[in-house]
């Protein structure tokens, strides 16, 4: 057991030094500067947003965006066979906007994932230089794409992503999120995303601005039509083609409503969960196994051993801790409240974990938004050609 805790505490010393030095190296986009040369000659950026039963929150949305100080923006918001009011809200705004069009797709295509579809759809009706692919739920400040235009020309960046805040109102859901967004950043660890020399990649669905003829170069959606993960593997597309991608922090110019209850978290993460460990049940154990003798067990070791083991075990925890504050995008005093429940929260991705695998194989598939897609589909490595 001893040499258990001292393996852990070594790891988790090095997953601090790296999270420390990485995050401080994150460029934030408050502290970007929007270029005074942003006028009429500025590049038109096409803002494609797909939504699908959005009624509650793509007017809020859309007009957050109708408000960016960037001169030069056209929207085109793809209503992808909603149930709801979302395609009467669109042509609505559609009237009041003259700088939007609104696309209604009444069937899906075989071979696609509806959102993928959705925002290739989109793609073939835009005319700008660079493409915005955004969420309906994302909320905007007035200069979010201004300042993210200008650091993309100042850097020549060929794909920029921001990560948003994550607007979670539930103690719950907050505390399931931060341990998602700390498990994410030391297993991703997005600050290498920013070095060319690395593989790491990152595409965030809340904001992915990316050239459009780089969009082209790596083959547009059509090469990611089965991915239910396709924010993520749009920027996993673009690092592998050589292009420079960035990521920065947006926490105050752009914020999303992830899920609005645990409940409705679990569920969501039925879709790509399972997938982002590529539907290998060898991934799953090795996850569980990580994320329980790395991050569960430190705890329960605290009640079951003692001496020098128990105390290396504390540290771990301190070390953790640290990681977390780094890594949760959360104030000191939030991040020290939803850490009260780390074990819980470990268990409950566990679960989350364990729970896609066993409905994903149960049911042949994933359902998405109402549709239903076979693993036949999504396993398909020609489709991804």
Request: proline share 3%; glycine share 6%; with cysteine.
């Amino acid at each position: 057991m001893i040499y258990l805790a001292a393996v852990t505490c070594l790891l988790w010393v090095l997953v601090l030094i790296d999270a420390s030095l990485g995050m401080k190296k994150m460029p934030r986009l408050e502290k970007i500067h929007m270029r005074d040369s942003l006028k009429g000659d500025s590049p038109l950026v096409s803002v494609i947003v797909a939504a699908k039963d959005e009624e509650t929150k793509i007017e809020e949305s859309l007009r957050s965006q109708f408000s960016q100080i960037y001169p030069r923006i056209e929207w085109i918001v793809v209503n992808d066979r909603s149930d709801d009011a979302t395609g009467k809200i669109i042509d609505q705004l559609s009237l009041e906007e003259s700088r939007m069009r609104s696309i209604h797709i009444k069937k899906l295509e075989k071979g696609w994932l509806g959102k993928n579809h959705a925002l290739y759809q989109g793609y073939l009706a835009s005319k700008g230089d660079y493409l915005l692919f955004t969420d309906a739920d994302v909320m905007f400040h007035q200069d979010t794409l201004g300042k993210a235009v200008s650091y993309v020309l100042d850097y020549k960046v060929d794909h920029l992503t921001l990560a948003p805040k994550m607007d979670v109102k539930s103690y719950w859901t907050n505390a399931f999120v931060s341990f998602f967004m700390f498990g994410f950043s030391y297993f991703k660890r997005p600050w290498k995303t920013n070095d060319d020399k690395s593989n790491h990649a990152l595409g965030i669905g809340a904001f992915n601005l990316i050239k459009k003829d780089v969009y082209e170069e790596i083959g547009t959606h059509k090469q990611i039509r089965i991915r239910p993960d396709d924010d993520l593997m749009l920027g996993v597309a673009i690092k592998k083609s050589g292009k420079k991608q960035r990521v920065a922090m947006a926490l105050s110019h752009l914020k999303v409503e992830w899920y609005p209850s645990l409940k409705e978290a679990l569920i969501g993460l039925e879709k790509n969960t399972f997938a982002g460990l590529y539907y290998s049940y060898f991934m799953v154990f090795l996850s569980i196994f990580g994320i329980f003798f790395s991050q569960l067990w430190p705890f329960i070791a605290l009640f079951v051993t003692d001496g020098t083991t128990r105390l290396l075990n504390l540290l771990v925890i301190i070390l953790i801790f640290l990681v977390y504050l780094q890594t949760s995008f959360s104030k000191v005093k939030e991040s020290t409240k939803t850490f009260a429940v780390f074990p819980v929260t470990s268990v409950l991705f566990m679960y989350s974990i364990i729970r896609a695998m066993v409905l994903t194989t149960v049911r042949g598939g994933i359902v998405w938004r109402g549709t239903f897609y076979p693993l036949s589909l999504l396993k398909n490595k020609k489709m991804m050609k």
